[in-house]
């Protein structure tokens, strides 16, 4: 996995838009984005994304290039362990997603579903092929969200180990300027260098729904579990 031909495979193979329209009817997986959540003001348009690795509309030529790089690095039949959670929701269809996505491109996996405790251990002791992870922000804020992607030596919460200076800088560059038109063009850099080196890319952005008896009054549902947890004017009408 240190072949960049081998991650970007990986990543070709994956159908997100059609996905997103099966996912969507039995998961929490819905929007097709990049580094940055769709809809944002610092996202990127749909039609740029399409011309970045794994987010094309054609996916039988994407998965034809992805056989050919695996054919080219030497690893046509790649086997390995998805390393991934027991909970649910989206990890149990994400996992079952992915490993039909990578069949398709003779590639084997076995989606190997943990426990919290053991599934976080791997993560942050790097024992693990490929995984499923999550970002949890709690705020809609580019510094937040483009933080899990640079160097591991800077960010403990980016799990795939690599160290990439040129992020890193990047990153500064964004967060420094204030005219929001040239931070904008800082993030475009960022997000096209991250998804072309494809150490770690996004599946699916999830759109939350919580289900709550109509007795319940009083509580506004957020777009992130760190936010809304105070539950104080919240009251059940008998």
């Known amino acids: 996995f240190d072949d960049v031909r081998v991650r970007r495979a990986l990543t070709l ?7 997103s329209q099966g996912l969507a009817r039995s998961s929490l997986l819905r929007h097709v ?3 940055i959540r769709p809809g944002s003001p610092y996202a990127i348009d749909p039609k740029e994304l399409e011309k970045f690795p794994g987010y094309s509309r054609d996916i ?7 056989k050919k790089l695996l054919a080219e690095a030497g690893v ?11 909970i649910a929701q989206p990890y149990t269809p994400a996992g079952i997603f992915l490993v039909d996505q990578w069949r398709q491109i003779g590639v084997t996996v076995e989606n ?3 426990e919290t405790s053991p599934y976080l251990a791997g993560m942050n002791n790097g024992q693990f092929d490929v995984a499923v992870d999550f970002s949890n922000l709690f705020m809609d804020e580019p510094s937040l969200g483009l933080a899990k992607y640079v160097s591991s030596s800077r960010a403990p919460e980016q799990r795939s180990g690599y160290n990439n200076p040129e992020l890193d800088k990047l990153y500064d560059l964004q967060a420094r300027e204030g005219d929001t038109k040239k931070r904008i063009g800082y993030i475009r850099q960022f997000e096209k260098l991250a998804l072309d080196a494809s150490y770690q890319v996004p599946l699916l952005w999830w759109h939350r ?3 709550t008896n109509k007795t319940m009054v009083g509580w506004e549902m957020s777009p992130s579990h760190n936010l809304g ?3 104080a004017r919240v009251w059940l009408n008998k």
């Not at 039988?60 to 992805?66: G, H, L, N, P, T």
């Not at 046509?76 to 027991?86: A, Q």
């Open 13 to 19: 193979a994956i159908d997100r838009w059609g996905g």
């Open 33 to 35: 984005g990049g580094v």
């Open 76 to 86: 046509p039949n790649l086997k390995f362990v998805l390393h991934n959670r027991t």
């Open 60 to 66: 039988a030529k994407s998965r034809a290039e992805a």
């Open 229 to 231: 947890q105070d539950l």
């Open 209 to 211: 729904a919580v289900a």
């Open 112 to 114: 190997k579903q943990l």
